[in-house]
């Protein structure tokens, strides 16, 4: 059924509607990953009307959620230019999407948006070296290059937060810029997620979560076109 879904993205039959119902649902359960405040109605609320009302959580909460809708636009233009995966990419991506976010203990500490955490010192090597292997891949490993791709960035964990939903973005914008269907990882399999996670960084095998991406990206597509959450 994946093969599918590529063949289905790569007739360019997704349409606008489903687009836009895929970027609300990614933020949603991105976000929602990592921050359970997250609810479904504030993130339809910020993308259809601009706001919400009668949110009681975190004014963090609904920040990260419109940094996310802007996000699709920053990097409408790199997606057209298909402008190749780089360190000064990574940085730009998790400027946008956590400006406002880090929490204070984090900013005290001297942590900012954009810049590597304090003390990986090792960080930008290991992130040139990743961003070269996945840029010469050819188009016949797209799927495994963006599994590994994400994998090696959430075991090098370059910034003080935010380093999942920096890893899920960039994984879609290299699938996209290789015509490759993007992917929700939903957070009800989240544990799932984070098995597939640890098992790369006590085996380095990739296999598990390559069949893991292939089973979300078939429920992404058949929830935005049923339009069923």
């Known amino acids: 059924m994946y093969e599918d879904v590529v063949a289905f993205w790569q007739a360019n039959q997704v349409s606008e509607l489903e687009l836009k119902?895929?970027?609300m649902l990614f933020a949603y359960h991105c976000n929602a990953i990592g921050n359970p405040q997250t609810t479904l109605e504030a993130t339809k609320g910020i993308?259809?009307?601009g706001g919400v009302s009668n949110f009681t959580g975190d004014l963090h909460t609904l920040i990260e959620i419109?940094?996310?809708?802007?996000?699709?636009v920053y990097l409408k233009d790199k997606v057209e230019s298909r402008e190749p995966l780089s360190v000064e990419l990574v940085r730009a991506v998790h400027k946008k999407l956590m400006d406002r976010c880090y929490d204070s203990e984090i900013?005290?500490?001297?942590?900012?948006?954009?810049?590597?955490?304090?003390?990986?010192?090792a960080v930008r090597v290991e992130l040139e070296d990743v961003c070269s292997t996945v840029n010469q891949t050819s188009q016949d490993g797209i799927l495994r290059a963006a599994a590994y791709f994400?994998?090696?960035f959430e075991e090098i964990r370059p910034f003080a937060d935010g380093n999942g939903r920096v890893g899920e973005i960039l994984m879609n914008y290299y699938l996209i810029t290789h015509n490759y269907p993007p992917t929700i990882i939903f957070v009800e399999d989240k544990d799932r997620y984070f098995a597939e996670?640890?098992?790369?960084?006590e085996t380095s095998n990739i296999e598990g979560f390559i069949q893991f991406l292939k089973e979300q990206t078939v429920k992404t597509w058949k929830l935005c076109a049923e339009g069923k959450f």
């Not at 419109?66 to 699709?72: C, D, G, H, R």
């Not at 900013?107 to 003390?119: C, I, P, S, V």
């Not at 996670?197 to 960084?201: I, P």
């Open 150 to 152: 994400h994998l090696n």
């Open 21 to 23: 119902e895929f970027c």
């Open 66 to 72: 419109e940094n996310q809708k802007y996000m699709a």
């Open 107 to 121: 900013y005290t500490k001297g942590e900012r948006a954009g810049e590597f955490k304090k003390g990986g010192c």
């Open 47 to 49: 993308y259809e009307h």
């Open 197 to 201: 996670l640890h098992k790369f960084d």
